[in-house]
């Protein structure tokens, strides 16, 4: 069973940053997607950044030049760092996996970026 837990969340000021982490554990294959996903309230939960195995990396065109993601598959760990915040940012992440047979989720960690 895969499971999927995230950290790093947080308040922080607008311009500031936070690094989410999001640690796999149970099988995971190196070329299977990850990435990270948010959801604001009252709307859909978007994609905010992907990466296939050791690479390419997509990114949701709102947070590109702002936001740099990174995965260890040593450790199975996936990282989200986020610069230049915004309140638009403000939203429950959610850490996914394709493991390429079932796809996982998170429970979230909430990012609130405000004043």
């Known amino acids: 069973q895969v499971q999927l837990v995230e950290s790093g969340g947080g308040v922080v000021q607008p311009g500031g940053s936070l690094r989410l982490s999001c640690v796999a554990s149970?099988?995971?294959?190196?070329?299977?997607?990850m990435g990270w996903y948010r959801q604001a309230p009252k709307n859909e939960r978007e994609m905010v950044a992907t990466?296939?195995?050791?690479?390419?990396?997509t990114y949701a065109d709102s947070v590109k030049g702002r936001f740099t993601l990174s995965r260890d598959n040593t450790l199975n760990t996936l990282h989200l760092q986020m610069n230049s915040l915004k309140p638009e940012d403000t939203a429950v992440y959610y850490c996914?996996?394709?493991?390429?047979?079932?796809?996982?989720w998170g429970r979230g960690t909430q990012v609130t970026v405000s004043a």
């Open positions: 996914y996996l394709d493991n390429l047979v079932n796809d996982y």
């Open positions: 990466i296939r195995g050791s690479g390419p990396i």
């Open positions: 149970g099988i995971i294959f190196h070329s299977s997607t």
